[in-house]
Every structure is written in structure tokens, then in C-alpha cells.
């Protein structure tokens, strides 16, 4: 859907996925979508808890080696697993990275075992919600399970911002 509707998106990646497919981490990288990390286990802590230093440390590090491995490009942002902030951002600012959320959360990962074509109209509704900002950062998910609602809805998603005259760039503001 991003290749047919020439949309280049940000990927944030989860290091332990990455290694087990680094094949899909390539074609990400050479359809010129733009990489973050995510962690390298996408273990969210509680709210209340936030993030061990020590532990979030080492699974941004560890993370970050294999998507230079791999890629030989060295992320530039971070997204914390369930955008749990207490204790990430001094973290992946002495990691050099970033802490970049969403302003749309389309909550595309609970509807696993809806029927692709109605939890879609739900995402795409969500997403909606970002027509009245001036900058919208949309959460999606392609990976964490099955993602036809979400792979459905991207079309209609896609063309909702472009019918109100946004245009789409990755994070680090590449087309």
C-alpha cells in the first residue's frame, strides 16, 4: 500500500523481530522508508514504574547494533514500547536518539480477530482524528500479530490526508 500510493513511512523496529527477519529490514530500508528503534524485546514496563535505566540502556544499544548491522545505517530516534516515558528520554538521549511518540493512536492492534474489512473502518475513523492537526504522527503497527484491518484501512487513510492537503515525510522530514 505505502510502494502503490508512493508514501514513505517510519518503521520502528524491535530489535529480537529484526534478527529473526533482517530480509524484511532490508527491503524496508531500500523502498526508502526511514528506520527507529523500538526496543530490543518491546517489553512495556508499568506507567507507574517506568523504565529501569540499566535495562532500557542495553535494549536500545543492542537494537541499534543490529539495525547498523544490517542496514549499515545508524537510527537516529527512539519509540518507547506503549509509550511508557518515565525514565526513556534521558536514556535514548545518551543513546543519541530521539524520543519521538504519536499524536493518532488508532488502537490498530486490538482488534486482531475483528473482520478485516469493519475493524478497518474503525481504524480509519481513529486515524481521522489527525485532520485537525497541523502535524499528525499516526501509530500503526505492522508487526505484534495478524495486520489486515490495519493493511485495509492504509488506503482510505492515505487518501483522507491527501483529500485535506497533507503530505506525507518520515520523521527525520524525508519525502
Not at 530500508?29 to 514496563?45: D, K, Q, T, Y
Not at 481504524?123 to 499528525?136: D, F, N, S, V, Y
Request: some cysteine.
Amino acid at each position: 500500500m505505502l510502494r502503490k500510493n508512493d508514501v514513505h513511512a517510519t518503521f520502528f523496529v524491535v530489535g529480537k523481530q529484526l534478527v529473526a527477519e533482517p530480509e524484511t529490514l532490508q527491503q524496508i530500508v531500500a523502498a526508502g522508508h526511514a528506520l527507529g528503534n523500538h526496543s530490543w524485546s518491546h517489553n512495556i514496563p508499568s506507567e507507574s514504574a517506568g523504565w529501569n535505566p540499566a535495562v532500557l540502556a542495553e535494549e536500545i544499544e543492542r537494537t541499534d547494533r543490529a539495525i547498523l548491522d544490517i542496514t549499515g545505517r545508524q537510527p537516529c530516534v527512539f519509540r518507547p514500547p506503549g509509550g511508557v516515558v518515565d525514565g526513556a528520554t534521558d536514556v535514548s538521549v545518551a543513546a543519541g536518539l530521539s524520543l519521538v511518540l504519536w499524536s493518532v493512536d488508532t488502537r490498530d492492534w486490538s482488534g486482531q480477530h475483528a473482520r478485516d474489512a469493519e475493524f478497518a473502518s474503525v481504524i480509519r475513523e481513529r486515524a481521522r482524528q489527525g485532520l485537525a492537526e497541523q502535524h499528525p504522527v499516526i501509530l500503526l503497527h505492522d508487526g505484534g500479530g495478524y495486520r489486515g484491518a490495519t493493511v485495509t484501512a492504509l488506503d482510505g487513510i492515505i487518501e483522507d490526508y491527501r483529500a485535506a492537503g497533507y503530505r506525507f515525510v518520515t520523521v527525520d522530514g524525508r519525502r
